[in-house]
């Protein structure tokens, strides 16, 4: 393997990387967004507990 193709590889793992860290942020903001609406629901809706 010549050492443009470690680099060009190195890059696109980086690329990937990033990418899955931007993927686990929007999915945690999600989760918590949405946890959240339900405990904003729970607190409003106390008829069906």
Do not use: P
């Not at 010549?2 to 686990?24: G, K, M, R, S």
């Amino acid at each position: 393997m010549t050492e443009t193709q470690a680099d060009t590889i190195i890059e696109l793992l980086e690329t990937i990387q990033f990418f899955a860290e931007v993927c686990a942020m929007v999915l945690s903001f999600i989760s918590g967004f949405v946890s959240w609406r339900l405990i904003v629901y729970a607190k409003n809706h106390k008829d069906i507990w």
